[in-house]
């Protein structure tokens, strides 16, 4: 085999290969460009996809810096809206304690997403060498089901790639090469949306069946919600009266995570959330959400998703090493409206036995508890902000007050 | 890895990097297309490897062998012994277990209930196309097709070359042994071509995943489905795997394009068939050839067409999987091509089979693509069983969906799509250099589509001919 080629002919060659090469490169780069330009265009991102959370996540250095004993509540949206943080501190206060407590509840995860989430608050908190007084996790059984697992499959590796460190995405591609990579390019090239997510939420719209009402047995009232479009255009209004300086965080940090309270509205603003609250709950709107929550989240028959079940597990055991108390917690729950067969509520109580197993700690249950009735739900599974949560949160100051009055052990 | 990764990408680029400043230097050159493509090959299972190279290593002496070997006997046992050992690593790594649990079935029939142990081999990735590609080698040299090539490494290397090692084409040493001797360059309108061959496939293969979804609404269902589900399921099928395996095949063929070297085409608008024979013209061409050449033909060709036929397409379905419903779509294609030549040969069908008119044409690729379309049901349903019910579906007229207007647009989008790609094909085929020397246009369009590739995706995203 002969190996030698004139020298004009080996530059010439050269040359084209350096544009071959060039041209592949630049192709690929330009077209990763008017990708993160369309999902640009379209507003979305990693702050429209986890923005409360990375504010939650970005938050936490301010957080360990605050004087006072810190508590936290970390779950689910139910966490969300169930407690008012700042009722709870001056609740506390009045019983002679001193507390700063946060609200970490967050819609659409599940325990996956919170576990890389848990492991970069206690890496915040073990940096500054602070600890948490209390840590109430909440644990939603119907965020740990097989189906919620499902509906979320198009987010999983995006929310992994956004909520893992550097070292734990590069501990990915050492394992998994190709998934690791996905994840890298994932969270730095494509600010957290993977085609995945962009095909399922933008080129499936129109093949996605709409929310059906099928099965649901009451009429849908069109001057009620007509009546619901005009008090929610009203409250926009008052809101932004009374709150002149909200800069529209999705966890803001004056409020600790949590949201408006009772005490900073006008009468004329909680009377007409009196109305919008009947106007939400009408029969035909919870049969719907109930429909709907049956359908994404399995929320009555629970089949428990085994991955979740240990990710949640591995949540509580973040917690643990950042937190001299943890109670583990289960929401209210609407009774009226979410009805759990025998089969199903024997699948939680396994889940529970396993739960408190592993972490040897107490699943307490304040799913039906008296201070919480089931008018005070926003929908079939979140409770309303000035009824449920301001009395959850109460019950949750009763319960816990003489813990977190006690003086510090030297 | 596949190809349309961004690990596959990176790979590339990195291979790209070394290999341009090798390019001068021949025998290194070589050694690295051996070593890229043992990697490519080992991100899979690098266990496998040293199958790959055993059976590159017994076929290049084997056919040193056979072009040395004095008497045709010896000859004819050294060729025998070639195929004895590529069929028999075929053999056991693929069909051993669907034997076994065959004969325990039909042991089953009789009453006798037989505790047959199975293997559960992993199928190493690529070896059907790889063993036929080897196995043609040995055949060519035995019939004196082709001299035997000297050079153990260029053999291997032939057959390990990474665009085309785990999913084909199946080449002929014959057309790429040459290749990896005189080791051609690039050239800027090859690569340009091979470009646009790579964005043709990725715009397949991302199909393929989206048709993925409404076939397996219809394949994987657990109850009844609507008439036009069914439909739309079958046609999703047809659109998969050809997306699937087109444009995989597009990607290998442009990817070899890029560093110089060819690979024949394996696809030419196959749905645009208007007979049976016809789309076996144009489907999969590499492994109709093959057994064309190296099966039919051996068994004696024309002379007892129907039973050489059916022998033949019988081990092609087979060659596709370890499955009864494999076999039955080999059995289904080779009926339906031996009533082809049959009815052709018949005079009242002679009108219509001659005839040039472009009605009759119409109604020739009609009937050719919806036997084509019961092919795949055969070819995707988990069994024999499950085929028949979905052909039941396909022929009873069942109440509409819920969601009929959903049902509705995914059945127009699932034609759209499998027109769409047939199009491209056709147009890449036909007006490609054309477009290719209008840079202004092509460049801005290539880019477009890698980019809106790079925005879908479908999660559980697999290529399908891996299993064969």
């Known amino acids: 085999m002969s190996s030698s080629t004139s020298s004009s002919d080996a530059k010439a060659q050269r040359r084209i290969f350096a544009r071959i090469f060039l041209t592949v490169s630049l192709g690929m780069g330009i077209a990763l460009a008017l990708v993160q330009g369309l999902v640009m265009a379209l507003g979305a991102g990693s702050s429209s996809l986890l923005g409360r959370v990375i504010e939650a996540r970005d938050a936490i250095p301010q957080i360990v810096d605050e004087p006072q004993e810190l508590v936290m509540m970390f779950g689910s949206s139910m966490t969300g809206a169930g407690f008012s943080p700042r009722e709870f501190d001056l609740a506390v206060a009045e019983r002679g304690g001193s507390v700063k407590s946060f609200n970490f509840g967050f819609g659409g995860l599940n325990p996956l997403f919170q576990d890389y989430l848990a492991r970069r608050i206690r890496e915040d908190f073990e940096a500054s060498d602070r600890r948490l007084k209390l840590v109430m996790i909440e644990f939603n059984p119907f965020q740990t089901t097989v189906s919620r697992r499902n509906l979320q499959r198009p987010l999983e590796e995006s929310y992994v790639a956004l909520l893992a460190s550097p070292a734990e995405l590069a501990d990915f591609t050492l394992d998994d090469p190709e998934s690791g990579l996905r994840m890298s390019l994932i969270r730095y090239l494509r600010d957290g949306i993977s085609a995945e997510m962009i095909t399922t939420f933008l080129w499936g719209e129109p093949f996605r069946a709409p929310r059906s009402d099928d099965g649901v047995d009451f009429e849908r009232d069109e001057a009620a919600e007509e009546r619901l479009r005009e008090v929610l255009r009203v409250l926009g209004e008052k809101f932004s009266e009374e709150y002149p300086d909200f800069d529209g965080s999705d966890w803001y940090y004056p409020w600790q995570g949590g949201g408006t309270v009772k ?148 | 890895m596949l190809f349309n990764t961004p690990i596959f990408f990176v790979f590339f680029v990195v291979f790209l990097l070394i290999y341009g400043l090798l390019l001068v230097q021949k025998r290194p050159r070589l050694y690295f297309i051996l070593v890229a493509s043992f990697v490519f090959y080992g991100a899979w299972n ?115 070359f990474f665009p085309q090692l785990v999913a084909g084409p199946i080449l002929r040493a014959r057309q790429i042994l040459p290749q990896f001797h005189t080791l051609p360059v690039p050239t800027w309108t090859g690569a340009r071509h091979g470009m646009l061959l790579v964005t043709s496939g990725l715009i397949k293969k991302t199909i393929a995943d989206l048709l993925a979804i409404p076939a397996a609404v219809l394949f994987e269902a657990d ?163 499950d085929a028949w019910n979905i052909f039941l579906n396909l022929h009873t007229f069942a109440a509409l969906p819920e969601q009929g207007a959903v049902a509705g647009r995914v059945f127009i989008a699932t034609v759209v799509a499998v027109l769409w790609m047939h199009l491209q094909d056709w147009f890449v085929i036909r007006k490609g250099e054309a477009f290719e020397n209008r840079k202004w246009l092509f460049w801005p369009v290539l880019i477009f589509f890698q980019g809106l590739c790079l925005m879908t995706g479908e999660p559980s995203s697999e290529f399908i001919y891996f299993q064969f």
């Open chain 2, 46 to 160: 690098y266990k496998f490897i040293p199958l790959l190279v055993g059976s590159s290593i017994i076929d290049y002496y084997l056919a040193l062998a056979i072009a040395a070997a004095s008497d045709q006997r010896r000859k004819k046992l050294l060729v025998t012994a070639s195929v004895a050992v590529n069929l028999g690593i075929l053999g056991l790594f693929k069909y051993a277990d669907f034997v076994l649990e065959s004969v325990a079935d039909f042991l089953l029939v009789f009453g006798m209930e037989a505790s047959v142990p199975t293997l559960s081999w992993v199928l190493p990735v690529g070896i059907s196309f790889y063993t036929f590609q080897s196995l043609s080698y040995t055949i060519d040299v035995y019939r004196g097709d082709m001299e035997p090539r000297r050079g153990l490494v260029h053999f291997t290397t032939a057959l390990a």
């Open chain 2, 223 to 385: 109850g009844p489905v609507s008439l036009i589900e069914a439909w739309t399921g079958t046609l999703a099928f047809a659109g998969q795997i050809y997306g699937d395996f087109a444009g995989y095949t597009d990607m290998a063929i442009g990817i070899a394009l890029m560093i110089g070297f060819k690979i024949p085409p394996n696809f030419n608008l196959p749905y645009f068939a208007v007979s049976p024979v016809d789309f076996w013209r144009r489907w999969h061409i590499s492994l109709s050839t093959w057994l064309r050449d190296y099966l039919y033909i051996s068994l004696g060709g024309k002379h007892q067409r129907v039973r050489n036929v059916m022998i033949t397409m019988l081990l092609g379905g087979l060659w596709h999987g370890a499955a009864w419903t494999f076999v039955a779509w080999g059995f289904f294609h080779g009926l339906i091509i031996v009533a082809t030549h049959y009815f052709g040969s018949l005079r009242t069908f002679s009108g219509f089979a001659n005839s040039t008119s472009r009605s009759v044409a119409l109604l020739k690729w009609a009937l050719t693509f919806y036997l084509v379309l019961i092919g795949w049901v055969l070819f995707r349903a988990h069994s024999i069983d």
């Open chain 1, 263 to 410: 005490t900073e509205r006008s009468a004329e603003t909680l009377e007409l959330f009196e109305e919008y609250y009947d106007l939400i709950t009408s029969d035909y709107r919870m049969a719907v959400d109930r429909l709907d929550r049956v359908e994404s989240a399995d929320i009555e028959e629970l089949h428990f998703d085994a991955e979740l079940v240990a990710a949640f597990v591995r949540v509580v055991e973040n917690f643990k090493a950042i937190s001299d108390n943890v109670e583990i917690i289960m929401l209210p729950k609407n009774t009226d409206w979410i009805k759990n067969p025998p089969e199903a509520l024997a699948r939680q109580a396994e889940a529970i036995r396993q739960i408190e197993a592993e972490t040897a700690l107490p699943v307490r249950d304040f799913q039906v508890i008296e201070p919480v009735s089931n008018d005070m739900f926003s929908d079939t599974t979140h409770l309303n902000r000035y009824q449920g949560a301001v009395a959850f949160t109460e019950f949750l100051v009763e319960r816990y007050a003489e813990l977190l009055t006690q003086p510090a052990p030297n």
